[in-house]
């Protein structure tokens, strides 16, 4: 599974980042985490605030810090997709 961060490296994007490590950890799940920064590489996802998470490929939140319950179901249900 690959998770990727979006963001330039704010303070919430950190956070984002810190969540998602947290909730691959917690349910044992194998995923590379990957933070990205590259302008071009965000807007080609759609994502126009940031942070924002993807999982697989897909844009699962941005503009906000997702909670550690939502992380947890993306990636858990993303080792079925």
């Not at 963001?7 to 691959?24: H, L, P, R």
């Amino acid at each position: 599974m690959r998770v990727e961060i979006l963001g330039t490296g704010c303070a919430k994007c950190n956070k984002a980042k810190e969540i998602m490590e947290k909730a691959v950890q917690e349910t044992d799940v194998d995923a590379e985490i990957v933070k990205v920064s590259d302008i071009d590489t965000i807007l080609s996802y759609g994502v126009m605030i940031t942070p924002a998470v993807v999982v697989n490929g897909e844009v699962k939140i941005a503009g906000k810090i997702p909670t550690l319950e939502d992380a947890k179901k993306w990636v858990t249900s993303g080792i079925f997709t």
